[in-house]
């Protein structure tokens, strides 16, 4: 059974960093890809970044360029987003979510952050206070 778990999230005042970590089981990590999402209250949810587990290759969208870093971790079979410079406008919930191979494979990394995640984890709570 895939399972994706987040953990990481809380309260940071504005300014502030926090790692969040998403840790897989259940599939071959090495296979997938693995992106980071957002859901701000009363706003659609927003894929921040993305990246392959076999080739390490990152991609960021607009939002999450130069403040967000995702990194990857095989051995632990653990995905990071590092969150600095905070803003109370990145108070959502964080998911993680994991792409198969076969969508991987034919998709480019900016269309499986708008719909080629096929797993999903249940979100850690992200609060900036301003």
């Known amino acids: 059974e895939v399972q994706l778990v987040e953990s990481g999230g809380g309260l940071v005042q504005a300014g502030g960093s926090l790692r969040l970590s998403c840790a897989a089981s259940?599939?071959?990590?090495?296979?997938?890809?693995i992106g980071w999402f957002r859901q701000a209250p009363g706003k659609e949810r927003e894929g921040l970044s993305c990246?392959?587990?076999?080739?390490?290759?990152?991609y960021y969208a607009d939002s999450a360029k130069g403040r967000f870093t995702i990194s990857i971790d095989n051995a632990k079979n653990t995905v990071y987003l590092q969150m600095t410079s905070l803003k109370p406008e990145d108070t959502a919930v964080y998911y993680c979510?994991?792409?198969?191979?076969?969508?991987?494979?034919?998709?480019?990394?900016?269309?499986?952050?708008?719909?080629?995640?096929?797993?999903w984890g249940k979100g850690a709570l992200v609060t900036v206070s301003s």
């Open positions: 979510a994991a792409a198969p191979p076969i969508i991987v494979e034919t998709t480019t990394p900016e269309a499986l952050l708008k719909y080629g995640m096929d797993y």
């Open positions: 990246i392959s587990g076999s080739e390490h290759s990152p």
């Open positions: 259940g599939f071959t990590f090495d296979d997938y890809a």
